[in-house]
């Protein structure tokens, strides 16, 4: 049989007839009936489209089983490297976890804080820090005078201060995050 003689028709009984065999066999190397199955998918899918590159005079059920046999090896090499990392991963995955729940716990406490701001005190910090606005353009859209924003912002940074202490560099990336 030439490449081009190997037509969907002729591509569906080699199918058909070497499927079963097949998965029986990458069964024997993986332990796994559907990552035999898909190992065997895998095989004729490449097959197919390299067929135009091989020799299809030999047989081709000796090269679907050679095929076959190296994507078992691999996914067997692949298994090995992720059942190595899995106990690492795992645990970096649960430190990440911790970092992140004590990070939005951290984040909840800032904006909790920053609740309690008298009104005034809180829009103009927002607009300062937050918004990133300058002092002069927050003072005329409140209609406050600059030394007012100024000591609004110092207030709000003071109190802040006092009752985050440990967090006060969260509120810059509470910044960031907004």
């Not at 029986?24 to 190992?39: C, H, L, M, T």
């Not at 911790?98 to 920053?114: C, G, P, Q, S, V």
């Not at 940074?157 to 560099?169: A, G, P, S, T, Y």
Request: glycine share 2%.
């Amino acid at each position: 049989m030439s490449a081009t003689t190997l037509n969907k028709k002729i591509f569906e009984e080699l199918f058909l007839q070497h499927f079963a065999s097949l998965t029986s066999f990458v069964y024997s190397y993986v332990r796994n009936e559907e990552a035999a199955k898909d190992i065997v998918h895998d095989t004729f899918l490449s097959f197919w489209n390299n067929c135009h590159r091989l020799d299809l005079s030999y047989s081709p059920k000796s090269y679907l089983y050679k095929l076959a046999q190296n994507y078992a090896l691999k996914y067997i090499r692949h298994r090995r490297v992720v059942e190595a990392n899995e106990p690492e991963i795992g645990r970096l995955f649960e430190s990440f976890s911790d970092e992140l729940t004590e990070y939005e716990t951290r984040i909840a406490r800032i904006e909790e804080k920053i609740k309690q701001l008298p009104d005034k005190q809180r829009e103009v910090f927002l607009k300062c820090v937050v918004e990133e606005k300058k002092y002069k353009e927050v003072a005329e859209e409140c209609g406050i005078s600059l030394n007012t924003v100024k000591t609004h912002i110092n207030r709000a940074l003071r109190f802040l201060k006092d009752e985050l202490q440990d967090d006060l560099i969260l509120l810059f990336i509470w910044k960031e995050k907004k």
